[in-house]
């Protein structure tokens, strides 16, 4: 059975927030909360977690995972980034987009889209995300928890403990939430493609 932590979502409590973290560093699973909808996270090197993971929401090696950081300065370890595509990143970021960008060496293979190598970034504005990936002090290997057959983020942390309880090992209560997902826009080309609409305005990317 997963812990469950309630966690303030204007200022989150550090005490709890070390103690998700320290959860993550023992290779877990956990459940946390962004600025669009809930979502599954692990460290960026944990091939087990991502296993667990990608059996939660049955995805395939063509899935774009996420690189959930906290700032743009970690931007260039894990992606090539123009300048074009940087000032687009910065003028919309923090906020509700994921970027696909070209990964560098320094992000494990597995994580990669396998045909095109490319890699999603973003930065959250959520106050428990970001104390998270503060703690941390790296970047987090994540996804949008969409479970199987559904189009929407999950949003209720009460039925996401009803539903996931058994198969992650901390969830965190931050509050209901919207529930759609980002927003993703493909920057590896020379004019930026809307891949899905989410909760981020398209219209800078059009």
């Keep these: 059975m997963s812990q469950f932590f309630y966690i303030h979502q ?17 290779g ?14 692990c460290m960026l090197e944990d091939k087990h977690s991502m296993e667990r993971i990608c059996r939660i929401r049955q995805l395939d090696s063509n899935h774009n995972f996420t690189l959930m950081c906290r700032d743009l300065s970690e931007l260039s370890t894990y992606a090539h980034v123009d300048n074009a595509a940087f000032r687009l990143i910065k003028n919309n970021t923090p906020g509700n987009y ?29 106050p428990i995300a970001l104390a998270l990936l503060a703690e941390l002090n790296e970047p987090m290997m994540s996804t949008t928890l969409m479970l199987p057959g559904n189009a929407f983020a999950e ?21 209901y939430l919207g529930q759609q997902p980002t927003t993703v826009i493909d920057l590896t080309e020379e004019s930026p493609v809307v891949v899905r609409e989410g909760a981020g305005d398209p219209t800078p990317f059009l």
């Design 155 to 175: 949003s209720d942390p009460e039925e996401i403990r009803d539903t996931l309880s058994k198969h992650v090992d901390l969830i965190i209560n931050g509050g």
């Design 98 to 126: 994921t970027f696909i960008l070209k990964a560098t060496k320094e992000v494990p293979r597995r994580l990669m889209n396998e045909k095109r190598k490319t890699i999603g970034l973003r930065v959250p504005s959520n």
């Design 28 to 41: 877990c699973v956990i459940v946390y909360p962004t600025d669009s909808g809930y979502a599954l996270g």
């Design 10 to 26: 204007d200022n989150p409590q550090a005490r709890l927030i070390g103690q998700a973290v320290d959860i993550l560093r023992k």
